[in-house]
């Protein structure tokens, strides 16, 4: 397969649009034979296969769709989330510069980081990551909507069978990455009064 659209560029990864399905994207390990990287990728992707052996809803994250050949190297088949209105969704960190932006979507924002962790946790998946820019999301077409979705980084890169066949290590392991993405987010964007408010309610941090 023969990628040209790139749609961006993270630190392990480039993301390119599915020339063949507009609902699609292909993601390219961009150092090939980076033994690090490739070990962290293959972790990934053992878990989400995981995931759909084990029939966990997808609601709020990407679905994987299988490996491709493409002028790259080796490509990795996700859904590929986007707006309402069709465009692609934008990392969440992208919004947070925006103090009237957080104000209008203070009650979706909310509702979603509430959803959000009942999702990971009530399901015992390993996420979401960190690493925001690995959150995204898509604007509704009514003003002040959105859904958040996780789209990287899923699944604990060390030991991933230990945390994925028990059910008590599961529930910790994504009960602390939750809690490290409420901290990351509470610090890096601080200067945010409104999404401070948000990260402050006692649900989100709720256990």
Not at 30 to 43: E, F, L
Not at 60 to 71: L, S
Not at 72 to 91: C, T
Request: with cysteine; net charge positive; hydrophobic share 35%.
């Amino acid at each position: 397969m023969i990628l040209t659209d790139l749609i961006s560029k993270g630190d392990v990864r480039e993301v390119y649009r599915h020339p063949d399905n507009a609902d699609l994207c292909v993601k390219i390990d961009y150092v090939q034979g980076h033994y690090a990287r490739k070990r962290k990728t293959s972790a990934q992707i053992k878990y989400y296969r995981w995931l759909e052996q084990r029939a966990a809803p997808f609601d709020m994250m990407t679905r994987f769709h299988g490996c491709i050949d493409t002028n790259f190297g080796r490509g990795y088949v996700f859904d590929l989330i986007r707006d309402d209105g069709g465009a692609v969704a934008r990392p969440i960190t992208d919004y947070f510069h925006s103090s009237e932006f957080t104000e209008t979507h203070y009650q979706s924002i909310l509702g979603n980081l509430r959803a959000y962790r009942r999702y990971f946790i009530d399901n015992r998946i390993i996420g979401p990551s960190s690493h925001l820019p690995n959150n995204v999301y898509a604007l509704g077409a009514t003003k002040g909507t959105g859904r958040l979705f996780s789209i990287d980084s899923l699944g604990a890169n060390e030991f991933v069978s230990v945390f994925s066949l028990n059910k008590h290590l599961a529930g910790y392991k994504a009960n602390r990455k939750w809690r490290r993405l409420i901290r990351s987010m509470s610090v890096r964007w601080r200067r945010n009064g409104v999404l401070q408010e948000i990260l402050r309610d006692s649900e989100v941090w709720l256990v």
